[in-house]
């Protein structure tokens, strides 16, 4: 096999000054795979946390805050109909205290069990130990935005006042991150800034560095360059420093909305500020400049990346993989991945499903339920990301028929995942290439499973038909798979 040479790179022009090296970057020295035999690199799993009683737990746990973690991922496991959160909460209540649900309050707000963070705070309060204190209402507030309910966080913020404690800096950081969620995005704003004016007036809640990074995110997501210049010009005149978060955070918004120009801007208030751009400065540089399809510069970035003292992450790899893949620079893509393994690093199933999606991209549909395959056979935890990422290669490309085969041996064999983000991929590309047939049985696979719609989901779908156009039709199907699905494999 003739190898493949490595990424060309364009004269810098863009020089990024270098940082130390982090000391979570790991190395590894596994052999790496010429692309055209990717196979699953073995990766040695980590040490699993135990399951037995509790008291066995207890001695390999390394510290405090682990067993607290262990606690709590046993009172979640064990809240079910039969048992509910209070009825559990009050089997070990002997263990439980305040630090166990801040991490309850976490574990709970990553799903929609909102309302169970509530009924766990009212159980909080019940008892003898609880103090009322900032950090519980502010960890609920928090929680209470990221899920939109911002009236509630309203609610919990008079609630704090009512009962004695006054607010303080994280608990305005907060409520401003919390009316930042609302739909109203333009209400939401003025609603910050006026929190904004207000905690310049009290002693106790100056505006932090954190409060202005959550400003400045804010304002740049809402491209409105002219208020992102007045708070930097702002915190040039406070007694508050920037950091490199603030700096990561506008160029990330920036990049992300393909604001370019802004975004280099940024970049040259930050090497004036004397802050050096860390791993994730390079990395965001590297997927801004990949979307907008400026690859000599995304060159040129991961160029000045090799020569500093920081070293590249896998999500440096995926971003290129992902954005050669896009623009249909298959040779480029597979030299990342080659130089990538070259260098040492061991592709996480990330890395893989980026593979995927990137021949999707390429018409190579093929090379991509190859690297599918491999996925599922490997042993390895299956995700249904992965499933997700091989069914929206075939609706791309317009194979709407075999994207049904496959959903339907993963449902059937059960070696994969099928969750609603599934149903919600298939349902929108079955509604734009008008496979009616195909939207009904979807539909009575979704009531058999359990999967209950919501507003969104239809939304969602009747835009991608508004949108669509005549369905691309492959010139030719020797690249396709055989109508045939194999039953044993998802």
Request: with cysteine.
């Amino acid at each position: 096999m003739t190898t493949t040479p490595p990424l060309p790179f364009a004269s810098a022009s863009l020089q990024l000054t270098s940082v130390p090296k982090p000391s979570y970057i790991q190395s590894s020295t596994h052999r790496p795979y010429p692309i055209s035999r990717i196979r699953m690199c073995g990766i040695s799993a980590s040490p699993g946390k135990k399951t037995g009683p509790r008291k066995t737990r207890k001695k390999i746990s390394s510290s405090p805050s682990s067993e607290a973690e262990d606690l709590v991922r046993s009172i979640v496991r064990n809240i079910s109909d039969k048992e509910p959160l209070l009825s559990t909460l009050n089997k070990y209540v002997q263990f439980v205290r305040t630090d166990h649900c801040f991490l309850l309050f976490e574990e709970l707000g990553k799903s929609e069990r909102w309302l169970q963070c509530l009924e766990v705070f009212r159980w909080m309060q019940k008892q003898r130990w609880y103090i009322a204190d900032n950090g519980v209402y502010s960890k609920l507030i928090s929680v209470m935005g990221k899920k939109g309910q911002s009236r509630m966080a309203m609610w919990l913020f008079s609630e704090m006042r009512n009962s004695g404690c006054k607010p303080d800096t994280s608990v305005y950081n907060a409520l401003i991150t919390a009316h930042l969620h609302s739909r109203d995005k333009a209400k939401a704003l003025a609603k910050a800034v006026s929190y904004f004016e207000k905690m310049k007036g009290m002693e106790r809640c100056q505006p932090s560095i954190v409060t202005y990074n959550i400003l400045l995110r804010a304002f740049a997501e809402a491209k409105n360059v002219d208020e992102v210049n007045a708070l930097f010009k702002d915190l040039d005149e406070s007694i508050v420093s920037a950091d490199t978060f603030t700096f990561n955070g506008v160029m990330d918004a920036y990049g992300k909305l393909g604001m370019i120009q802004e975004m280099e801007l940024v970049l040259a208030r930050m090497k004036s500020k004397k802050i050096k751009p860390d791993i994730i400065s390079f990395n965001l540089l590297i997927d801004a400049y990949g979307r907008k399809q400026e690859f000599d510069k995304m060159e040129q970035v991961f160029k000045s990346l090799l020569r500093s003292k920081e070293k590249p992450t896998l999500p440096t790899f995926n971003s290129m993989i992902t954005n050669y893949g896009k623009a249909r620079l298959r040779e480029k893509a597979d030299s990342v991945y080659q130089k990538m393994t070259e260098m040492g690093y061991r592709p996480s199933f990330i890395t893989y499903e980026c593979l995927i999606m990137m021949y999707g991209y390429c018409d190579y549909v093929s090379r991509a339920r190859e690297i599918f395959d491999q996925m599922v056979e490997s042993g390895r935890e299956k995700k249904v990301s992965t499933l997700n990422a091989m069914l929206d290669v075939y609706c791309k490309n317009s194979l709407p028929m075999e994207a049904d085969m496959l959903f339907e041996s993963a449902r059937a064999s059960q070696m994969l995942p099928v969750d609603s983000t599934t149903y919600k991929l298939l349902y929108k590309a079955y509604t734009k290439a008008d496979m009616k047939e195909l939207v009904e049985k979807l539909l009575v696979c979704m009531d058999k499973d359990g999967i209950i719609p919501n507003k969104r989901f239809f939304l969602d779908a009747l835009g991608a038909l508004g949108s669509s156009s005549p369905s691309k039709k492959p010139t030719s199907r020797n690249d396709r798979l055989p109508k045939q699905a194999p039953t044993g494999r998802a």
